[in-house]
């Protein structure tokens, strides 16, 4: 069976599993000698669904008292796979850990609870989290106290919790992106009943205010929406995190002040597509760029945003950016392909020519702007010449930065079931033209700051030498120089003497004359 048609559920003959009892709370089986308490579990049938049912905005606390305790002289232990919606709910589940009793440790050995914070969006995401599993048994075997959980995207995947109940049924927990203030009560019951606890939402979730989020540096990650509605052909995220569910502007607005208050120099409000903010508060005439517009008047350094989608991406957003402030130039803008034909196959509901009038309106409102964007290559039937659009694009826009891949069937997606007729070896020659392509410009674009002095904040030793500083600027440029410990956490001030492709090099300034 090829990989664009792998259905994980076919793999498996539940023949052997026997049913315990069932009720309203679920129903218990026996899978090879270990119990199974399945709650609710993933099914796609009915994420595809975009019910009309009120979404409720719930303000309790998620760790009741008598569970604050639970994990107390215990230890944690959280691995983080995919995008920054996923280090998001990271911190929310280590803050509600750390509610219960529970410290962090790196030490997987230490460790009494391990989560592994799972991605669907590309395979080799779920390929990887599958080998941890299988590292995790052996120490699982010697320590069968521990407790292992799955959760995130692919626990929102049938075919992956088929999976793992086959295959892997010495996790204890698994878990969805609709329930993650279930937390505590799940940990309890796999805790004290020995079983492994399944419990999925496939109902788009509540929204939850009130957890509590262990965030750490100097930058704070804010939610704003959850979920999608445009249904791209090749992308899982509207399934695995359910319908476009806004919070309340005064909700928002009030986390952002509140990271003001502890000192935070650089928030990013985080949405699967923050631009389609506010078309879901009924009753409410509220955009994207009236939120952008009232956090500008925060006293908060630097306010980013992740992601956009080119279609919701309105003239108020655009004049709201454009008065500058702690709002930074850097817009991240993915395309996904440089032919109108891909795009309408990949549904994204713009052409190469609407994209292009978007760039062109925000240079000439924003014309320090500085764009990144996202780009698939050897999408199903993407030709030599549609592929050529896409690099000529790129060429047009000049983008500063970009994250490039080769398509991975989803599935469950439309396009799994598109013909992959793309041969893997032009697929990767393809990427290759890309990514040099996509170094040519952010080359161009490191150029342009020589001489320049730039404000950067410090995010702390460089990756490669423990010498050397590192930090960005506003548009995002990663800068490296020579400076004390400090200063990380702190905005200095850097003349740029030197440029490589992907990051500046600089020599700290005293007392700059005029920044760039």
């Not at 995190?241 to 509140?258: A, M």
């Not at 996904?336 to 925000?362: A, C, F, N, P, W």
């Not at 990767?428 to 080359?443: F, G």
Request: aromatic content about 8%.
């Amino acid at each position: 069976m090829s990989k664009q048609t792998k259905d994980y559920s076919k793999y498996f003959d539940f023949s052997d599993a026997k049913v315990i009892s069932e009720d309203e709370h679920g129903k218990k089986i026996r899978i090879r000698g270990r119990d199974i308490h399945i709650v609710s579990e993933p099914n796609q049938r009915e994420e595809k669904k975009r019910g009309k049912q009120d979404v409720q905005v719930m303000y309790e606390n998620a760790v009741p008292e008598e569970l604050r305790h639970i994990g107390v002289g215990k230890h944690y232990l959280v691995y983080t796979f995919g995008c920054q919606m996923n280090e998001h709910d990271s911190e929310t589940i280590k803050g509600m850990l750390e509610q219960m009793g529970y410290q962090a440790t790196e030490s997987r050995e230490e460790a009494d609870i391990i989560l592994l914070n799972t991605c669907a969006i590309r395979e080799n995401a779920e390929d990887r989290v599958f080998g941890e599993l299988g590292h995790l048994k052996t120490l699982k075997l010697e320590r069968p106290g521990l407790l292992l959980g799955v959760c995130g995207c692919m626990a929102q995947e049938e075919g992956v919790v088929n999976r793992i109940m086959q295959r892997h049924n010495f996790v204890d927990m698994i878990f969805g992106t609709h329930n993650i203030h279930r937390l505590p009560q799940l940990v309890q019951g796999a805790l004290f009943s020995k079983e492994m606890v399944v419990e999925v939402w496939s109902k788009e979730g509540d929204i939850v205010e009130n957890l509590p989020k262990k965030r750490q540096g100097m930058r704070g990650w804010v939610n704003i929406m959850y979920g999608c509605d445009k249904f791209c052909t090749y992308c899982i995220v509207p399934y695995t995190r359910g319908k476009e569910r806004s919070r309340l502007p005064q909700d928002v607005i009030t986390e952002v002040r509140e990271l003001a208050r502890q000192g935070f120099k650089e928030i990013t409000l985080l949405g699967q597509n923050v631009n389609a903010y506010g078309k879901d508060l009924e009753g409410m005439n509220y955009t994207f760029g009236d939120l952008m517009n009232d956090i500008s008047k925060i006293d908060i350094p630097r306010v980013r945003f992740t992601t956009s989608h080119p279609r919701d991406f309105d003239d108020r957003l655009v004049e709201v950016l454009a008065q500058g402030g702690n709002l930074v130039e850097h817009i991240h803008l993915p395309v996904q392909s440089g032919s109108t034909e891909v795009l309408k196959k990949m549904s994204r509901k713009y052409s190469r020519e609407h994209y292009l009038e978007l760039v062109d309106k925000i240079y000439t409102s924003i014309p320090n702007a500085v764009l990144t964007t996202d780009i698939i290559v050897g999408f199903p039937g993407e030709t030599d010449e549609q592929f050529e659009q896409t690099l000529s694009l790129v060429r047009e826009v000049g983008f500063d930065s970009a994250y490039t891949f080769i398509y991975s069937p989803r599935e469950g997606t439309p396009a799994a079931s598109m013909e992959d007729n793309v041969p893997m070896e032009v697929k990767k020659q393809r990427l290759q033209r890309l990514n040099d392509t996509i170094k040519q410009y952010s080359r161009i674009g490191s150029e342009k700051f020589l001489g320049q002095v730039v404000e950067v904040l410090v995010e702390g030793a460089s990756k490669n030498n423990e010498h050397v500083l590192a930090g960005r600027t506003r548009s995002n440029k990663l800068v490296h120089f020579e400076g004390a410990d400090d200063l990380i956490g702190e905005f200095v001030h850097v003349q740029i003497t030197d440029y490589k492709t992907f990051y500046i090099k600089g020599e700290l300034v005293a007392e700059p004359v005029a920044i760039s």
